[in-house]
């Protein structure tokens, strides 16, 4: 016995797969389109950092985030699972609560398990605040990012088009000025405040609304909602991107000897689309693609800062964004006329808010110098998949309720040879719509509850068309979804519908 056990040891050690912690870079885009960079096929502007991070590394084709609007996708990209399996968690309005439940076990959870450090930097948008209570702007704003298991966050509490104009740092609003407190609402207060209601008002714009958007005035841009005081707290769009950098750049500084998990939101190219000035005018197309330009230059310098560290081949970096692209979500930016040839959703139909393909299927880039083989992978990946791929790589094992939806797709994201990705992924749009899309192979199904899809143009105002409540396609011939081949296929549509209904009634993937 004395001689097996050392030999028993010895087997068991070099059977165990050893965790690997590198550092983690997740940098998600705003409104992304699958054709909106140069290395995803535009020829109408160039984006050469992250042309880089995929000439480096592996870009997805069938990369995904799993909701065509914001909250739902990043609910889901921390929880592993998939958003409308909750409740109130569609796109989240200025006062909303925070929508992830403390208890949930979320990606920060299970990375600071496998002893990370986790900050989000960049743009909120999950609510602040207790359920049924919301946000004490003036006070501390929990629940929020780091009761959910980051340890530092610097972040515009919504998104840009919502008020208000002020970072949150930790639990508090940054240079808040107790004589000046800052109040926000969805109906307009009592004390008489600027709106783009206002026709003169609204002459004076910065940039002028087309639809919503039409409440407080800040930095000559209305907004959705309402709010007062404040004033010492608020920022300038412009100065968005060049913030995050900043914060991102300090926080590596302080967190380069551990390993750390940092969330990248970036704003761009969300609405009000407003570049720093030395970005404005950068493209022909106007400022939706200039904002892409900032967002190509703020992966620029976190590239730079992870080579400055030294750390570059111990940092995996992956790119992606929340939803497909849209051209006016409000204002009058001129995105459309300035269009050109550009095709922001690529080879696709639709974008934000519809389950086409062009809504979810978007730009995915993993990069590990020294260990991703540079290539294309055709894999099917998704932003949930980031929750259980990376903590079980850091050596963490997920709980049977942890993560639902969320599948192990490291090898993939790796671009390991023969490596798999998921085999189907359930698309949404933003939840109370109640529409789906169900991709498994080359066969896709639509499911609209309501008979009605979003545009499948991109380029169109965004209105409903009556449709079927289901449909079938297969993207392989029909990328763009135009032909319902149901009727040809009724063995191969009975099983999607009834897969889909099976996976929405498990209330898991996994
Ligand atoms: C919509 C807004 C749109 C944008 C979106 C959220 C109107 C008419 N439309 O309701 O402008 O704010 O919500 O976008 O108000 S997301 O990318 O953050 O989900
Ligand atoms: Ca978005």
């Known amino acids: 016995m004395k001689r097996i056990l050392p030999l028993f040891l010895c087997l068991a050690t070099s059977f165990a797969v050893a965790a690997e912690k590198p550092n983690i870079i997740v940098i998600m885009a705003d409104d992304m389109g699958y054709g909106d960079l140069s290395c995803y096929g535009t020829t109408s502007f160039e984006t050469p950092h992250i042309d880089q991070l995929a000439a480096e590394g592996q870009r997805f084709t069938s990369g995904y985030c799993s909701a065509s609007t914001c909250t739902p996708t990043r609910w889901s990209f921390l929880t592993g699972t998939y958003a409308f399996r909750e409740k109130g968690t569609g796109i989240a309005p200025p006062n909303g609560h925070m929508t992830i439940n403390p208890d949930t076990t979320t990606l920060p959870d299970l990375m600071g398990k496998a002893g990370y450090k986790a900050a989000v930097i960049g743009k909120w948008h999950l609510g602040l605040g207790a359920k049924g209570v919301g946000p004490d702007w003036n006070g501390e704003l929990k629940p929020g990012p780091l009761e959910i298991g980051f340890d530092h966050c610097f972040l515009l509490p919504t998104t840009n088009d ?275 899309g169900f991709r498994e192979g080359n066969w896709k199904l639509h499911r609209n509850d309501k008979g009605q899809a979003r545009n499948a143009v991109v380029a169109q105002t965004l209105t409903n068309t009556k449709v079927n409540k289901f449909r079938l396609f297969n993207i392989e011939n029909d990328p763009t979804e135009q032909k319902d081949v149901a009727a040809e296929n009724p063995e191969k549509f009975e099983e999607m519908k009834t897969k889909l209904q099976a996976l929405i009634k498990a209330g898991r993937s996994r």
């Open 162 to 436: 919502r008020v208000p104009q002020v970072y949150l740092k930790d639990h508090r609003i940054l240079n808040l000025d107790p004589k000046d407190p800052l109040w926000v609402g969805m109906k307009k207060s009592s004390e008489d405040h600027p709106t783009g209601q206002d026709p003169e008002e609204r002459a004076k714009l910065k940039m002028d609304w087309s639809h919503g958007h039409n409440s407080t005035i800040h930095n000559g841009i209305s907004r959705i909602g309402f709010y007062t005081g404040g004033h010492a707290a608020r920022f300038r769009d412009e100065d968005l991107a060049d913030k995050w950098v900043e914060q991102s750049k300090a926080w590596l500084d302080a967190n380069k000897d551990d390993p750390f998990f940092l969330f990248f939101a970036s704003h761009d190219l969300h609405v009000p689309r407003i570049p720093h000035e030395r970005f404005q005018g950068a493209t022909k197309l106007g400022y939706r693609a200039d904002a892409i330009v900032q967002l190509d230059w703020c992966v620029g310098e976190l590239m730079k800062k992870v080579d400055e560290l030294g750390i570059a081949d111990n940092t995996l970096f992956v790119f992606c964004s929340d939803n497909g692209p849209v051209m006016d979500d409000g204002y009058k930016d001129f995105a459309l006329e300035k269009l050109g040839t550009h095709d922001a959703n690529g080879p696709y139909s639709g974008g934000k808010y519809s389950v086409y393909e062009g809504g979810t299927r978007t730009p995915f880039i993993t990069r590990w110098k020294g260990r991703i083989k540079p290539g294309v992978s055709e894999e099917l990946v998704c932003t949930i998949d980031l929750a259980a791929s990376l903590s079980s790589f850091a050596g963490v094992k997920l709980g049977e309720e942890d993560c639902r939806d969320s599948f192990d797709v490291m090898g993939a994201l790796l671009g390991e040879d023969g490596a798999k990705g998921r085999d189907h992924l359930v698309q949404q749009d933003n939840g109370g719509r109640g529409n789906w």
